[in-house]
């Protein structure tokens, strides 16, 4: 039988507010209460909304009871009786244990003898207080809730700790792959002379030195009005001869009249010269590229930028990654493709500091597509935490057809790099 409460000067409801305050343990918001003697019941749900009047108390009796409300989560304490009809209070630790093993559980309990209170501590339970001592009972939840929050402290260190290995782990990796990937770049102009290898190298090492300067916070725009038009003109001018070296057909299709928009024409360049380059490497002799340039159709002070072609196209997979530093699709030899997988880092991180987005869309045999948005005029810079991930595009017909400056297909989501955000952008 359990024995029954009785208050007593140095009851929890007692304290004074003084020594209420100097306790900075959280306050529990919702404590269930396993009880199935009313008066008992009645006496330590007016002690606990003394000492916690915010408090949420479910009072509970039953099992179907007790389970129910595990399953509404959002519980801080759980107080239970040991012996209650037809369900014990280590069967109801057991439940707990299952349905919330980081929930604080104490027994409440008249019945409750060394031998009992030892086995239920050594099943889970946090701590047990006698119903004839229950001046106990507030200081054993204060610990009990101050040792939850601990653990829940620990818990969040350890999994930032898992965190920085994996992303040391991925460093390391890149690392690797970089300096296998560097020495096959720097092999090819010590046996060959060729003009083309010294290009290349040239290439590899501004690519190095402007992702140090983005790194460091180093690579500041020079943003002027320009014609974006003739720009693209310009480059695919520029790009054209080694487009027909592989047979490649290289259109342009731009808007007339395009606007002026405010950019570094050098990093413009840059921008559009590492997409078609990186769409002549991957398309086949005999394929197509396209540039598209026009006002975009869901941001009228926007111009979206296009460059699609018929390449081999890019896994699901590997889709949100293309655009990771010194990450690349290998196919075969690490080695077998040139540079550095700096390319559409750079683009992302130069169209960002552009204020605009990029992403792409690509389906494996049947080419891609990479665009980005560009704001016809820079606002003030904000440091945002967003960037743009690609939601599963709809089908798209076999081979090439050209498609509507859309880019409503987009969803927004975090990532540590800051950008312009203009203020037209959804």
Not at 16 to 36: F, I, M, Q, W
């Amino acid at each position: 039988m359990a024995r029954r409460l009785q208050r007593s000067k140095n009851e929890p409801g007692t304290q004074t507010g003084s020594k209420r305050k100097a306790n900075c343990v959280k306050a529990p918001r919702r404590l269930l209460l396993l009880e199935d003697y009313p008066d008992d019941a009645e006496l330590l749900r007016r002690s606990l909304a003394i000492e916690w009047p915010d408090c949420e108390i479910v009072l509970l009796s039953t099992e179907g009871g007790f389970r129910a409300a595990l399953q509404q989560k959002g519980c801080d304490l759980i107080l239970s009786d040991y012996s209650l009809p037809g369900f014990d209070g280590l069967a109801a630790l057991a439940v707990a244990r299952q349905e919330c093993p980081e929930v604080p559980f104490l027994f409440v309990s008249g019945a409750i003898g060394d031998e009992i209170a030892v086995e239920s501590l050594k099943a889970g339970a946090t701590d047990y207080v006698l119903k004839d001592r229950l001046a106990r009972l507030v200081p054993a939840i204060r610990r009990a809730l101050k040792e939850a929050e601990e653990r829940a402290r620990r818990r969040e260190a350890e999994e930032q700790l898992e965190q920085s290995n994996k992303d040391l782990l991925r460093t390391n990796q890149e690392i690797q792959n970089f300096y296998h990937t560097l020495s096959h770049e720097l092999k090819t102009p010590l046996t060959s002379v060729a003009l083309d290898s010294c290009n290349q190298l040239r290439v590899c090492i501004n690519d190095l030195l402007d992702a140090a300067r983005l790194e460091t916070g180093k690579l500041a725009l020079d943003l002027k009005p320009s014609s974006l038009a003739a720009l693209i003109k310009r480059v695919v001018t520029t790009m054209g001869q080694a487009a027909a070296d592989k047979r490649i057909e290289l259109m342009q299709e731009i808007e007339p009249c395009l606007p002026e928009a405010s950019l570094d024409q050098n990093r413009m360049t840059q921008i559009i010269t590492n997409l078609l380059s990186n769409a002549i490497r991957h398309t086949p002799e005999g394929g197509k590229i396209v540039i598209q340039a026009g006002l975009a159709a869901a941001c009228p002070d926007c111009i979206q930028v296009s460059v699609s072609d018929t390449g081999c196209g890019i896994a699901k997979e590997d889709q949100g990654r293309v655009f990771d530093r010194l990450y690349q699709i290998k196919a075969g030899d690490a080695a077998s493709d040139q540079g550095l997988g700096l390319g559409l880092y750079l683009c992302r991180e130069l169209v960002q500091l552009h204020g605009g987005k990029i992403w792409v869309e690509s389906q494996v045999g049947q080419g891609s597509t990479f665009s980005f948005l560009l704001p016809l005029s820079q606002p003030s810079i904000e440091f945002a935490a967003e960037t743009v991930r690609q939601v599963e595009p709809a089908p798209e017909p076999a081979r090439w057809q050209r498609r509507p400056f859309d880019f409503r297909r987009l969803a927004v989501t975090n990532q540590q790099s800051p950008i312009i955000r203009h203020p037209s952008f959804p």
